[in-house]
């Protein structure tokens, strides 16, 4: 089985920072990408930032400049580091991970949610 487990979530005032880490356990052949989305009260689920295996990243508009994800791959990690903080990013953050498993019917990729953490930004 595998599991990613989160950490970093809390309650932090508008301009500050906070760094979330996300840690993939198991029986994993390989990771793929590896990133975060969230979820605000009432709305959809939304892309935040992501990170192939080789490094090519992806953030949504409303992120870039503020946002920086990054990944261990020694460690099975990925860490996503929030500064200028805003209201408005407010929601629950979920790590998300596209990983390799192998089997006797060969190598297949596997999707992965974690049980996200809350990440409150307000005064």
């Known amino acids: 089985q595998v599991q990613l487990v989160e950490s970093g979530g809390g309650l932090v005032q508008p301009g500050g920072s906070l760094r979330l880490s996300c840690a993939a356990s198991?029986?994993?052949?390989?990771?793929?990408?590896m990133g975060w989305y969230r979820q605000a009260p009432g709305k959809q689920r939304e892309l935040v930032a992501t990170?192939?295996?080789?490094?090519?990243?992806n953030y949504a508009d409303s992120v870039k400049g503020r946002f920086t994800v990054s990944r261990d791959n020694a460690k099975n990690t990925v860490y996503l580091q929030m500064n200028r903080l805003k209201p408005e990013d407010t929601a629950v953050y979920y790590c998300?991970?596209?990983?390799?498993?192998?089997?006797?019917?060969?190598?297949?990729?596997?999707?992965?949610w974690g049980q996200g953490t809350q990440v409150t930004v307000s005064s």
């Open positions: 998300d991970a596209e990983i390799a498993l192998s089997s006797a019917y060969g190598v297949r990729n596997y999707h992965y």
């Open positions: 990170m192939t295996s080789g490094g090519s990243t």
């Open positions: 198991g029986s994993i052949f390989s990771i793929n990408a």
